[in-house]
């Protein structure tokens, strides 16, 4: 027994060497303190890399050139804004420039965790001298420029130099508290603590960085180099990612923050256990936790939230104790005893909700539109793999708000995507199905140029209305899936600017169905208890992997190109910085044969008419100014860089512009009791006046008189 257990102790060693590289390409166990991959990440790395190159939708060969991206995706992800790395650094990183691929390919990652060690050791360094500088004279008659976006400039190529903007940087935080208060020598005391106590706190949470983010930051530089799609999760940030498609998780229903070291309940789930027993509110702060009725506790002042949050939360029915500090109390006061049973949590905040708005039309009568905003396309898939048959999709909340709605006899229904970057393949194929009687929906090719056409097979629809779809830059990937189909059918009338872009299709891949048998071993045999990753979470980590395009039944792509809507407004978001063409490693457009459906009509004629009237109300409309003057605004602050340092300049800026927000807000009020928009639709672009969304119902109030 003993000389197989040497065996085996040997063939673990052999297959560790064989994980991480025979020799890595850099020494850390010589730099203090530093930062070090695990056997994990070694394995994980390098079975990442084969996944890229001989399954994912772009493989991609792990040479020169892809090393190079990933190596300018590293810095970019450390220090864009470069504000703590050198030159110095830059030119000693470069030897790594073109050998960072082939290094994930053998499981060395020693080359990456150099490079982000020292970035930690001059963001701390950073911070310091930023300390250093909070009590010193500081003169706001000096008529001098901090540049707080230095993404065109060099590289510091001193420590005088970085000192330098250090200073400014504390001078103008410094500002910052002086104007929003006031200059007396009591509150300039205060506003230092405040600056000090903030530094002190970003260097506290700094100095908890650990080997797993380290390896998350590496990780995201490999991935986005191949598509800006593709990414690995660590076991937490998988668990949120999964909970965050499903819309519910299991745990006491609370979203909790860290205030100097300290877990504070930020917000209150409804419908959760806090929630429904009133043992919780905003501000209470959390100081220890045990498991189950007898537990011991563990005192988590000074933990990370993600690990604080891996001991809050757990599956449903255990129950939780919290030591709890009430708001408003000293940290040094007696903490009281909460017990929580821990329940299924479902996040109604970002489920599909549902209103109704009345819209005068050009004919004088008034119709009632039911708005249905949907925020992303969720589904649980835990849930509807063990045939729950209360699971919680997009699909199913819509059927009934569409049921609700049809009840209080709505003219017209508006899907509302701003900003739903995507979500659930299978629910954007389903929720068409509500709207066309059976049919082709979307069209997807896989890695092996395989076109696989999906369609949605049940009979009837919930909604055979007008329908009308709001979209935006944002609105991505499943948005796009179902506003293209409602397009191509003909279903509807597509409103707003152009989509995002994105028409490829990820797989949730749990890294352990990757990793091999005898890396499991290794990795079991070599397991870090203290990882603090939530229980239940995948093991290894998962990766969102690239296995597909998708396409119109038309056989148009919407990679890059995105959805044009039939009546469009102007954007604030520029398709050069935002959208799938701002992203270097995307994928490109391309084009393949149509599928067989049948339109549910011709729009054509109908959108020329709508698209008149709805330029004749925007030329007229005050609000229809208001939204252009945005986006001039928008493109200004996007190109400025610098501010002044001079106080009475600076708050001569400010007060300026409070003036005109204020000008502004009161003309928009104003024009919503007297300055009807058209067909009887209120103006407005900001405070709380959506103006895209009220010209889309007047839009659809015409819309709804012309099928009339």
């Not at 789930?269 to 501000?283: C, N, W």
């Not at 059976?438 to 949605?456: A, C, H, M, Y």
């Not at 796009?480 to 409602?486: C, D, N, P, R």
């Not at 959506?690 to 109030?701: C, H, K, P, R, Y």
């Amino acid at each position: 027994m003993e000389n197989m257990l040497k065996k085996v102790f040997f063939a673990l060693f052999v297959v560790a060497i064989a994980a991480c590289g025979s020799k890595p390409r850099v020494n850390l166990e010589a730099e203090a303190g530093a930062l070090q991959p695990t056997p994990q990440h070694a394995v994980i790395a390098k079975d990442v890399v084969g996944l890229f190159e001989s399954v994912s939708y772009k493989k991609v060969p792990f040479n020169d050139s892809i090393s190079s991206i990933i190596f300018n995706n590293l810095i970019e992800a450390m220090d864009q804004g470069k504000n703590y790395l050198m030159q110095s650094d830059i030119d000693e990183f470069e030897q790594y420039r073109n050998t960072l691929g082939q290094d994930f390919r053998e499981g060395d990652l020693s080359a990456a965790y150099h490079i982000f060690n020292l970035y930690m050791k001059r963001y701390l360094n950073r911070l310091d001298y930023a300390l250093t500088q909070v009590d010193e004279p500081h003169d706001f008659t000096v008529d001098e420029t901090y540049v707080y976006n230095r993404e065109s400039e060099g590289w510091f190529t001193s420590e005088a130099e970085a000192n330098e903007q250090w200073r400014k940087r504390v001078k103008y935080d410094l500002l910052n508290l002086r104007i929003s208060g006031n200059g007396s020598d009591s509150a300039t005391v205060k506003q230092k603590e405040t600056l000090r106590n903030r530094y002190k706190n970003l260097i506290s949470m700094a100095k908890k960085t650990d080997n797993n983010e380290a390896f998350q930051v590496i990780m995201t530089a490999l991935t986005d180099a191949i598509d800006p799609h593709t990414s690995y999760f660590n076991p937490y940030f998988a668990q949120r990612f999964n909970e965050e498609m499903a819309n519910t998780f299991e745990g006491i229903g609370a979203r909790l923050t860290t205030e100097n070291e300290v877990v504070k309940v930020a917000d209150v789930i409804v419908g959760g256990p806090v929630y429904r027993e009133k043992a919780l509110q905003i501000d209470d702060r959390i100081i220890g936790v045990a498991q189950g009725e007898d537990g011991e506790f563990e005192d988590i002042i000074g933990w990370k939230l993600d690990h604080a949050v891996t001991k809050i939360k757990g599956p449903k029915g255990t129950v939780v104790r919290l030591k709890v500090i009430p708001a408003g109390q000293e940290l040094t006061a007696e903490p009281k005893i909460v017990s929580l049973t821990r329940d299924r949590v479902v996040i109604e905040d970002e489920s599909a909700k549902r209103e109704i708005k009345e819209v005068v039309g050009d004919d004088g009568k008034t119709y009632r539109v039911g708005i249905i905003s949907l925020p992303k396309f969720y589904i649980d898939f835990e849930a509807y793999r063990k045939n729950d048959p209360n699971y919680k999709s997009t699909t199913r909340d819509v059927r009934l708000l569409l049921d609700s709605l049809k009840q209080e006899n709505v003219d017209a229904v508006v899907m509302d995507l701003r900003f739903n970057g995507g979500g659930s393949l299978q629910e954007s194929i389903e929720l068409t199905g509500l709207f066309i009687d059976k049919g082709p929906v979307v069209q997807v090719r896989d890695t092996r140029n395989r076109i696989e056409v999906n369609s949605d097979q049940e009979d009837g629809v919930a909604w055979d209305g007008p329908l009308g779809v709001i979209i935006n830059r944002f609105s991505a990937s499943a948005s796009e899936i179902f506003a293209a189909a409602v397009q191509d059918y003909g279903r509807g009338i597509i409103l707003g600017s152009q989509s995002y872009g994105k028409g490829t299709v990820q797989s949730a891949i749990d890294m352990s169905r990757v990793i091999s048998p005898t890396d499991r071993l290794l990795l079991k045999a070599q397991a870090d208890d203290k990882a603090g990753f939530p229980e239940g979470a995948p093991q290894f980590g998962q990766i969102n992997l690239t296995l597909a395009k998708f396409y119109r039944i038309t056989g148009s792509s919407t990679q890059h190109k995105g959805v044009e809507p039939d009546i469009t407004f102007p954007s604030l978001y520029a398709a050069e910085k935002y959208g799938e063409s701002s992203e270097p490693s995307a994928l490109p457009w391309d084009q393949i044969n149509a599928s067989d459906f049948a339109p549910v009509a011709d729009l054509g004629p109908v959108i020329a008419r709508l698209a008149t009237a709805h330029k004749t109300r925007m030329d007229g409309a005050p609000a229809y100014k208001f939204l252009l003057e945005d986006i001039e605004m928008m493109q200004k602050q996007e190109a400025e860089t610098s501010v002044t340092l001079l106080e009475d300049k600076l708050k001569k800026e400010r007060e300026e512009g409070r003036l005109k927000r204020k000008s502004r807000s009161d003309a928009l009020q104003q024009m919503k009791i007297n300055l009807p928009l058209g067909g009887g639709a209120t103006t407005g672009v900001d405070e709380g006046l959506d103006f895209i969304q009220e010209e889309s119902l007047a839009v659809m109030a015409d819309y709804v008189a012309l099928q009339k």
